[in-house]
């Protein structure tokens, strides 16, 4: 019996091109901490700190772009970890490091958005549906 072939939902397209962006931009941020390691460290900067969280997230958004590139079942629920994971991060990191804390309401409302357009992404029924499909096939 010939299974219907289910084709890749726009979103999940949207949420793999936004994987690569955050790698890029957190590899800039590993490299670009790499390469002024001194100034950083000069000015108080935790260079370790900027290094170490970029290779994390860079490591963590291509890991979220291959399991979503191959369709793995568990990619969904591992796009929603790491998405709350780096709300998460991305908070403590603001009020305990960051001095002052301009733009709060901005990014209140910027971090709200960004998380539920992931999980209306995530929730969708094409999504699900895409991710129900035996892996073995793409």
């Known amino acids: 019996m010939v299974e219907e072939k ?44 900027i290094a170490l969280t970029g290779a994390i997230w860079l ?8 399991a979503f590139w191959r369709g793995k079942t568990w990619g969904r629920a591992a796009a929603f970890a790491g998405t709350l994971g780096y709300s998460v991060w991305y908070w403590l990191d603001r009020l305990v490091l960051q001095k002052p804390h301009a733009n709060l309401s901005f990014v209140v409302v910027a971090n709200i958005a960004f998380f539920l357009f992931v999980l209306i992404i995530l929730f969708s029924r094409k999504t699900r549906r895409f991710f129900q499909k035996d892996t073995h096939e793409r």
């Open 6 to 49: 289910i084709e890749r939902p726009i979103g999940l397209t949207i949420l793999e091109i936004l994987f690569l962006l955050f790698a890029a931009w957190n590899g800039l941020r590993l490299g670009e901490s790499i390469f002024f390691w001194k100034t950083l460290a000069e000015y108080g900067a935790y260079p370790l700190y």
């Open 59 to 66: 490591i963590a958004a291509m890991f979220l772009f291959w």
